[in-house]
């Protein structure tokens, strides 16, 4: 769908006072020697545990002059010691004053930066431990790695956890559309960061044989890329995709809306485009520009703000392209290489909403009850006008969902249409593209496993106005996942201590599959998770109560009205123009 802006997350990690600085450590590495530091992280239910912190080691040569808009090279040998005691700066970047969350674009912004940060549960000795390598979301256009904070995980987990930034926005998803500017910048540094990891975790306690990538949101569907591309062969042994399919609309551009939002920018600078070698004229201009973030700012007025990957058949190839995209599944892909976890949460559509279409909320909660449906039909519309042009089989379409979201077991109740709109609004861009992005890493797959999660454990400390919401927005499951720091948004020791139990049964079932490829060892769980074949479809769900859920069959009814229901209108009605 068009106009989505995937963006950040409900929690925002700051610098955290539950962690004491004490020592200072040196390691000698393949590419230099890295100063980091040794502290102590005091965990939610008040154990301790000491870890080691490397932030902001460049991965990358910075991507300037030259290098702009082309694949990252790797970054120099250190000839001196690093100090690796501070986090890098943010890639350019730029958010709309207006986003939910009230962020602000960051200050200080530098083009170089492709850097991570480690945190490593070894201190000392040589013990190596599993490593879990994060890439963020934030629509391809905003994200840094200090926005996140691995101590808990690493702590509690005894995972190496690895955060890394990579470029976004035009820096990192440019294209013309063709070889000029193919595109994809980001998703090249993030495999570059991942060879980095795959080359030097050893030297910080990591196992260089157990590496799993996960990412949420844009992250989550830069970890599916990840799988898809063929020069990731032995990189990495697994991934887990958060409400990130790579099945999604709004995770590619075409090649088209690519060159519009290039020579949209140019024309911002002025660039003379000439009709013949446009794309190489556009891409001299924008090179030669100094002020990165002023091109950051100019660049978030493109239409619906979207930079995004494109297939140019390097990175990401048409055939694998198609294979993931067909339904029902008819041939295997390069992803089965690598054991997946694919997830998304129950109310992922309430942040789109929220995000996009505040005032759809706001009217539900205030009209008349009889005004009700006539508010979500205009919502579902808007959702659904991208599958037809044509005015009859819109309108078929939007009387169906009318019907399968609305015709509600009590349609007086308020906060039940809010769910049913919601839903729609999950499965449109969501939960269905999951749902195939996990078919189709099960088909006829019997070399690594499949499993699928829908998360719905709110987050505990919700702004004003949410009270309807009974479940997990888009990005709720990051807190957990990290170990709730002590950083978070209406952070309290006491809160922390109450979601701590089930901050734990997530990490263990993360943390399993990072150690194990299988989500239920070695450390117990609560309920075992099923890995999902095309037979029984088995799936965990982790319910607001606290614990976990086996199910089967995730929203199969919803699924079905996408992928076999919808499309047989659009068909109907393509098949009565053509005889019209
Ligand atoms: C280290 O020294 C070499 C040779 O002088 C130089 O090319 C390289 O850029 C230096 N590396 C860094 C990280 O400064
Ligand atoms: C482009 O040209 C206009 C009109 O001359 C000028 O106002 C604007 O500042 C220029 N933009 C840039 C980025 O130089
Ligand atoms: C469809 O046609 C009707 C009648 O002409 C019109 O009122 C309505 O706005 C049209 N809807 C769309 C989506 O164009």
New binding site residues.
């Given amino acids: 769908m068009n106009g989505v802006k995937i963006c950040c997350l409900f929690v925002l990690f700051l610098e955290t006072v539950y962690y004491t600085e004490a020592i200072e450590r040196t390691i000698n590495t393949k590419v230099g020697s890295i100063k980091g530091k040794i502290g102590t992280v005091q965990l939610p239910d008040g154990t301790s545990k000491q870890i080691a912190e490397y932030l902001g080691i460049p991965y990358g040569a910075p991507p300037v002059g030259d290098l702009r808009f082309e694949k990252p090279v790797p970054a120099a040998k250190f000839n001196q010691t690093y100090d690796a005691l501070n986090y890098g700066l943010p890639c350019p970047q730029y958010f709309k004053v207006d986003n939910v969350f009230g962020l602000t674009p960051p200050s200080l912004m530098s083009e170089d930066c492709l850097r991570l940060d480690i945190y490593s549960p070894q201190t000392s000795g040589s013990k190596t431990y599993p490593v879990m390598l994060f890439i963020y979301g934030g629509s391809f256009t905003t994200g840094h790695s200090s926005t996140y904070n691995g101590q808990n995980l690493a702590a509690y987990g005894e995972v190496v956890t690895v955060i890394i930034n990579y470029r976004v926005g035009p820096f990192g998803f440019l294209s013309t559309g063709d070889d000029q500017a193919p595109g994809n910048y980001g998703l090249w540094d993030q495999h570059l960061a991942i060879k980095w990891v795959k080359n030097n975790i050893d030297s910080f306690g990591g196992d260089a044989s157990r590496i799993t990538i996960f990412g949420q949101s844009a992250g989550g569907a830069s970890v599916a890329f990840q799988t898809l591309y063929s020069g990731n062969k032995g990189m990495f042994q697994r991934a887990i995709s958060e409400s990130g399919p790579a099945n999604a609309e709004w995770a590619t551009s075409s090649k088209e809306e690519a060159y519009l939002n290039a020579n949209f920018l140019a024309l ?3 660039c003379t485009i000439p009709q013949k070698q446009a794309s190489s004229e556009i891409l001299r201009c924008l090179k030669s520009v100094k002020d990165f973030s ?1 091109m950051a700012k100019y660049a978030s007025a493109v239409n619906n703000f979207r930079w995004a990957p494109t297939v140019e058949n390097d990175f990401i190839t048409s055939q694998e392209f198609q294979r993931i995209h067909q339904q029902p599944p008819s041939a295997k892909s390069f992803a089965q290489n690598f054991d997946i976890i694919i997830g998304t949460n129950g109310y992922d559509g309430q942040y789109i909403l929220s995000a996009l279409y505040p005032a759809v909320i706001s009217q539900m909660k205030m009209v008349p009850i009889g005004m009700l449906r006539t508010i979500m039909r205009g919502a579902i519309m808007n959702f659904l006008k991208p599958l037809s042009s044509n005015n009859k089989t819109l309108t078929a379409l939007v009387d169906a969902a009318m019907f399968e979201y609305s015709n509600v077991k009590n349609p007086n109740d308020r906060n039940f249409n809010l769910k049913q709109i919601s839903d729609f609004v999950t499965d449109n861009v969501f939960f269905v593209a999951a749902a195939k992005d996990v078919a189709n890493h099960a088909y006829k797959n019997d070399r690594t496993k499949t499993y699928q999660y829908e998360f719905n454990h709110a987050y505990p400390v919700l702004p004003p106005g949410n009270e309807w919401l009974q479940g997990a927005t888009h990005g709720g499951e990051v807190p957990y996942v990290f170990g709730f720091p002590s950083s978070l948004p209406g952070y309290s020791p006491q809160i922390a201590q109450t979601v701590w139990p089930f901050s734990k049964i997530v990490m263990d079932y993360w943390t399993n599959f990072a150690k194990t490829g299988n989500p239920n060892k070695p450390r117990n769980v609560v309920t075992e998770w099923k890995a999902y074949n095309s037979m029984d479809e088995d799936y965990l769900y982790f319910p607001m109560t606290g614990t976990t859920e086996a199910g089967r069959y995730l929203n199969a009814r919803r699924k079905n009205f996408w992928l076999n229901y919808l499309p047989q209108i659009v068909r109907r009605g393509t098949e009565s123009q053509n005889v019209d």
Wanted: hydrophobic fraction near 50%.
């Fill in positions: 911002k600078f002025n002023l």
